[in-house]
């Protein structure tokens, strides 16, 4: 039979980047356009399946908005891990995210893994990023007047973007940082949040 290891993890960042919802993507595989803000914290659970092992995620899903932030350390307590989440289409939430990292750096327990997660990547377009492919693709480019945020004439193929992949990936290997771009929506980049979390667990 397979020992189970307990990993407590802590979610935190802006309020509606999307912590909520990467849980939930996680948890049930489902996606909620309208999920209402969390209040105080959420607790939810879900078992992570490594090629040797299996861990028991007891995920601790905080509240983003600012009257909250003082309960944060009760969650990040005793975390062996944290996902800190920005919405790759507003600046603000990389520096908020910045923040809690510090915080964790500071505060937490020294050993914590922590994971820096751009949520909302389906917003941009075109995911691969790459502006020469997006210029070759014919069927991007009658389909302009289709997307939002992206206008005919300008040719700006990301302009939803806040936060260029490059600056939001140094800045992760700077502080030592996993880092994953996420769409809770799709579910693009969601499980593996966990499972590279998962792997840098040490087996005790
Ligand atoms: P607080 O609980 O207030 O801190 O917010 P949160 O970070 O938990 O955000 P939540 O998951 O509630 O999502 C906020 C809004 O963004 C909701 O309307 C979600 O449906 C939407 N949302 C979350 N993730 C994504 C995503 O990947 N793509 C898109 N397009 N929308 C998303
Ligand atoms: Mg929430």
């Given at each position: 039979?397979?020992?189970?290891?307990?990993?407590?993890?802590?979610?935190?960042g802006e309020a509606a980047v999307g912590k909520s919802s990467?849980?939930?993507?996680?948890?049930?595989?489902?996606?909620?356009?309208?999920k209402e803000p969390t209040?105080?914290?959420?607790?939810?659970?879900?078992?992570?399946?490594?090629?040797?092992?299996?861990?028991?995620?007891?995920?601790?899903?905080?509240a983003g908005q600012?009257?909250?932030?003082?309960?944060?350390?009760?969650?990040?307590?005793?975390?062996?891990?944290?996902?800190?989440v920005y919405d790759?289409t507003k600046?603000?939430s990389?520096?908020k995210?910045?923040?809690?990292?510090?915080?964790?750096?500071?505060?937490?327990?020294?050993?914590?893994?922590?994971?820096?997660?751009?949520n909302k990547?389906?917003?941009?377009?075109?995911?691969?990023?790459?502006?020469?492919?997006?210029?070759?693709?014919?069927?991007?480019?009658?389909?302009?007047?289709?997307?939002?945020?992206?206008?005919?004439?300008?040719?700006?193929?990301?302009?939803?973007?806040?936060?260029?992949?490059?600056?939001?990936?140094?800045?992760?290997?700077?502080?030592?940082?996993?880092?994953?771009?996420?769409?809770?929506?799709?579910?693009?980049?969601?499980?593996?949040?966990?499972?590279?979390?998962?792997?840098?667990?040490?087996?005790?």
């Open positions: 039979t397979e020992r189970s290891v307990q990993v407590k993890l802590v979610l935190l990467i849980v939930l993507r996680f948890v049930s595989n489902e996606f909620q356009p309208n209040i105080g914290a959420a607790f939810l659970t879900q078992k992570c399946r490594l090629e040797d092992r299996v861990l028991r995620y007891e995920i601790w899903d905080t600012e009257r909250f932030h003082s309960l944060a350390p009760m969650y990040y307590r005793n975390a062996q891990a944290a996902v800190v790759v600046a603000s990389l520096e995210a910045k923040t809690w990292v510090k915080e964790l750096q500071r505060q937490a327990n020294p050993n914590i893994v922590i994971a820096l997660a751009g990547i389906d917003l941009v377009t075109p995911s691969a990023s790459s502006s020469s492919a997006a210029a070759e693709s014919e069927d991007e480019a009658d389909d302009a007047t289709a997307t939002p945020g992206e206008t005919a004439t300008s040719g700006e193929p990301e302009s939803l973007r806040q936060v260029p992949r490059d600056e939001a990936e140094a800045y992760a290997q700077e502080a030592g940082l996993l880092f994953f771009e996420t769409s809770a929506k799709t579910g693009e980049g969601v499980v593996e949040i966990f499972t590279e979390i998962a792997k840098k667990i040490p087996i005790d």
